[in-house]
């Protein structure tokens, strides 16, 4: 166990719909990282956040939004959902912001989101 | 531009051999370097990492890497596998803010 919590472990909705995935990291743990897991894309960085402020972006598409909360939990929020969304989403927590390079980051155990 | 290479999709080993997973970077500057496991149906745990330092490192379930710089390559090593080891293993590179994930290498390992 991470010590990194996800909800729901899965998801099932229709297309055009909205959903939210939330994460709780680490305690102690200030960054929070969002990332997809698909069969055609692999692991893919989506986006970072750092005590509240948006720090890095990947390949996140413009209908995904994400935010970090002052309690350090964060929610991935995609809309307009395609079949093509259908993947893994991961959190992750570190303790610093990775200014510089990278410290350690620990997953959780992911949400499945299926879109039908 | 950053990559990882996982050159092997799948591996099948028998229990009790030695195994060897192999995995390529590009990165311009000093890598920080990660080795992760998924089980089915799990998170990504991490197995062990590479910042500075002893070029052998050790990490949890009795796994080390070796990081060689000159051939850009961390390759993960396990003297003895076990039948739990079967799993999908992922190299990364850490960039700024990110990491980087290879393809993955699924193991499977025969009684």
Do not use: M
């Not at chain 1, 994400?66 to 959902?81: G, I, K, R, T």
């Amino acid at each position: 166990d991470s010590g990194v919590t996800q909800t729901p472990k899965h998801l099932i909705t229709a297309t055009g719909q909205r959903v939210t995935l939330r994460c709780s990291p680490r305690s102690g743990d200030l960054s929070v990282y969002w990332y997809q897991q698909s069969l055609d894309q692999g692991l893919q960085f989506l986006i970072q956040y750092y005590n509240g402020e948006e720090r890095a972006k990947g390949n996140i598409l413009e209908r995904f939004s994400a935010q970090q909360f002052p309690d350090l939990h964060s929610e991935l929020n995609l809309s307009s959902l395609e079949l093509g969304d259908s993947a893994l989403y991961f959190c992750a927590s570190s303790v610093y912001q990775g200014t510089g390079g990278t410290d350690t980051q620990y997953f959780g155990p992911g949400t499945r989101l299926t879109v039908l | 531009a950053q990559s990882v290479t996982q050159p092997d999709i799948h591996i099948t080993v028998s229990e009790g051999a030695s195994l060897e997973l192999r995995c390529n970077y590009s990165y311009g500057a000093t890598p920080y370097l990660f080795w992760y496991v998924q089980s089915p149906g799990q998170g990504l745990q991490l197995l062990l990492k590479y910042f500075s330092g002893d070029t052998l490192v050790q990490g949890i379930k009795g796994f080390e890497a070796e990081f060689k710089r000159s051939q850009s390559s961390f390759n993960l090593r396990k003297p003895s596998v076990h039948w739990s080891d079967a799993a999908e293993y992922f190299c990364a590179v850490g960039g700024y803010n990110k990491l980087i994930f290879g393809a993955g290498t699924r193991l499977a390992v025969h009684p």
